[in-house]
């Protein structure tokens, strides 16, 4: 297990870190940057104030302006700056008294161009130098600028010279640690603090997934009746989430409540019938002798049991059909024929004067599921042939409608009203007469209602003006 917070904060955190410090290497090596740039132009342009402080004279020679004590630096003995110079590049002219017995590097440049470059000074320090290479500048009289000798020969031909300026560096160098230091300080402290306002951040950001798990954590099996919450603004990203919870909690509540219902039913319908047979058994101890007598009570005993195999397989038709485990796997079917053969088979040895009137067409073919409309049928002809007096006939009819199919079983009912139509989809609801009846255990529409809901057909129940009561599925489709 581990923390969702300190995860994601310590993510923050380690990313933030590495953009800092990416920041501050750039931020650094563009500074550095930015000062070696001044301080080599500052070099560049103090090389050629000397270069502009040389000049040849026809008659002195080589003149160096900068060896006359204007530019001190270079005899200082504390932060002494350093030069010399070679004519064409090999031949020693001149060095700066800094210097004492020691050169600086020569290195080969073009006339015309310098370049750069690190070294370690004579004193030990660290230190710069510029190298560039020029032609000393030609100092002429004025006659002889106006063209007044004519002797070329006299007048001398510059030779290339290499000059070699060197100073310490270590002063661009600290302010280069200094403001590293400073950068990474400021970037430090600003790490720091968005550290500290990230995890506050993450964990106020974090506050409706710790409300959602308290509350999911407070719901158990005994309260499956509660439902998260929303106060306030609700999260884009949890509302989903919280959704989905809820839906569940709903499927749990509605199946916890389908095995309570399914309990209680199975308890409540078997109850009676097994009150019946203890006592049947205990009446036949009494009169063991009495074959007829026993054999009567072999026939109850029969008769109840088929009653209670009835409601415990009804029972678990409508807990199968509540989870969702039925499935309708459709055929092509002979309505009339079919509706015959179910009256046969269900209703037909207790229907006593009761006749069913079959008025579907001979040649209508329906598709669907053939066992699913076998035990509508045969729960609808036992509601009528129970809810019908005894010379009346059950009417099976239907009606069309753009290729669709809707099966119509109507009876003259005995005493039902029209406020008992709201309940008898309801399980194990019985009028007082029917309940006396044996076998009908009042699931008979419920269980219609919930294999038509799995056909995708849907039912109508009608008590018209003549007192008939018309049971209607629709939905069918015609072959």
């Not at 095995?259 to 047979?277: I, K, Q, W």
């Not at 969702?324 to 179910?342: A, K, Q, T, W």
Request: glycine share 6%; net charge negative; charged share 25%.
């Amino acid at each position: 297990m581990y923390s969702i917070r300190n995860k994601l904060t310590l993510s923050i955190i380690v990313g933030m870190v590495v953009v800092l410090s990416m920041t501050t290497m750039l931020l650094y090596y563009l500074i550095a940057r930015e000062a070696q740039t001044v301080f080599d132009t500052a070099l560049l342009d103090k090389a050629r104030a000397m270069i502009s402080l040389t000049e040849l004279d026809a008659e002195d020679g080589l003149e160096f302006d900068f060896t006359e004590g204007i530019m001190p630096e270079f005899e200082a003995e504390f932060n002494a700056q350093y030069y010399q110079v070679w004519e064409l590049g090999i031949d020693p002219l001149l060095k700066s008294p800094s210097l004492a017995g020691q050169d600086l590097p020569r290195l080969e440049t073009k006339l015309g161009e310098h370049q750069f470059a690190d070294l370690d000074l004579a004193d030990g320090r660290s230190g710069r130098l510029i190298a560039i290479n020029f032609l000393p500048r030609l100092e002429l009289e004025d006659d002889e600028v106006a063209g007044g000798s004519t002797d070329q020969q006299e007048i001398p031909v510059p030779q290339p010279l290499t000059l070699v300026l060197a100073r310490e560096r270590e002063t661009l160098d600290r302010m280069l640690l200094s403001i590293g230091l400073l950068i990474s300080t400021i970037m430090l402290l600003v790490a720091m603090v968005c550290g500290i306002m990230v995890r506050r951040m993450v964990g106020s950001g974090l506050i409706p997934l710790s409300s959602l798990a308290r509350q999911v954590a407070n719901i158990d099996e005994s309260k499956l009746d509660l439902r998260l919450s929303r106060a306030g603004v609700q999260s884009i990203e949890l509302a989903p989430i919280e959704d989905q919870i809820n839906h569940l909690l709903e499927r749990l509540q509605a199946a916890f409540e389908r095995e309570r219902r399914f309990s209680s039913n199975v308890a409540h319908e078997l109850r009676t019938p097994l009150a019946e047979l203890r006592t049947l058994s205990e009446v036949g101890k009494m009169v063991p002798d009495d074959r007829g007598q026993i054999l009567d009570f072999f026939n109850d005993v029969a008769d109840i049991s088929k009653q209670m195999e009835t409601v415990v397989l009804t029972l678990l038709e409508l807990a199968r059909s509540d989870a969702g485990l039925l499935r309708s796997d459709p055929e092509d079917i002979v309505l009339h024929e079919y509706c015959d053969l179910v009256w046969q088979q269900s209703v037909a040895e207790m229907s006593n004067a009761r006749q069913m009137v079959n008025r579907i067409p001979g040649d209508l073919v329906i598709n669907t599921d053939r066992e699913k409309l076998g035990m509508i049928l045969s729960n609808l002809f036992t509601n009528a042939v129970s809810y019908s007096p005894l010379d009346a006939e059950v009417r099976v009819e239907i009606e069309m409608q753009n290729n669709r199919v809707a099966i119509q079983v109507s009876n003259v009912t005995i005493d039902l009203v029209q406020e008992d139509i709201i309940h008898m989809k309801d399980r194990f609801w019985r009028k007082h007469k029917a309940h006396l009846a044996v076998g009908h255990s009042g699931l008979g529409l419920a269980l219609v209602e919930a294999l038509a809901r799995i056909m995708g057909l849907k039912v109508n129940l009608r008590l018209d003006d003549q007192r008939d009561f018309l049971v209607t599925i629709s939905g069918l489709s015609a072959a």
